[in-house]
């Protein structure tokens, strides 16, 4: 008997009905309408569309009555929830609340539709976001720092050898001696970033050089430089349309966050610093700051 008394179970549900006693006994409305728990034909038929969707088959008879009363069960514990306030302080509910939120917004902003003339000023104003890449054709050699006494001699020995017509010229490395069409990512990507720039300071159709990167020192002939362009509206306009959506979305949640602090007034409350040594942060009050309000 004694064992039974120290089991945490029992602890678990002598607590768990104790708090169901308290709160029949504080909200006890028998008669109230509001109790009444409709399970309408739509919402079963989400229920076995759920079910379908997870199985790839549709529920039996007994499995959907299965499925309606584990809906009913969840409503009455989440009224029961709400009813004894454990909704109250919650991180988690308080964050997902403010995410449904969120996507009622974002779904009213995915109902606006951009007309070509909105699109063609967005594209304007956001070249770099739409511009095609550069794309380049070159050859290099590499050469290592570490293997010569004074490199930047040598590579300017081995660029006259190269613009004399010599071939076997650079260090072994696993580097591609030759690029094809290659883009400004794929070249930032093998030499580092803003290798790519330094070709564009480059001329075309001859050896040219010490070009630096994160490996080490280049000479480099660029065969060929295509500057990116920017494509026609009706090439991209799918592109253009997610992103000028995605940028009205954020617009619209600004605007909203905006009138929904205006309905509040937002007082922050610095702690005191425990070491004594420091004031404490001033009392900040309205737009000047933001912080969770009850």
Known sequence: MQRILKEPLLHFLLIGAGLFLFYGWQYDEPDDPAQQIVVSSGRIEQLGNIFAKTWQRPPTRDELQ???DDFVLE????RRAVGMGLDLDDTIIRRRLRQKLEFLTDDAASLVEPAT????????????VFRE???YTFQQAYFNLEKHNDPEAFVAEQLVALRSGGGDVGDVSLLPNSFSEA???AVDGTFGTGFSKELDKLEVGTWQGPVRSGLGIHLVRIETRTPGRLPELEKIRPHVEREWSSEKRREIRKELNAKLLDEFE???????????????GPELTAN???????
């Not at 937002?266 to 404490?280: F, K, L, M, R």
């Not at 000047?288 to 009850?294: G, V």
């Open 66 to 68: 299965g499925l309606i």
């Open 75 to 78: 409503e009455v514990y989440y």
């Open 117 to 128: 003339e909105e699109l063609a000023t967005y594209l304007a104003e956001h070249e770099d």
């Open 133 to 135: 890449s550069s794309t």
């Open 183 to 185: 883009t400004r990512r």
């Open 266 to 280: 937002i007082v922050v409350q610095w702690p005191n610093e425990t070491n004594g040594n420091e004031e404490a």
């Open 288 to 294: 000047d700051s933001t912080a969770d309000t009850q």
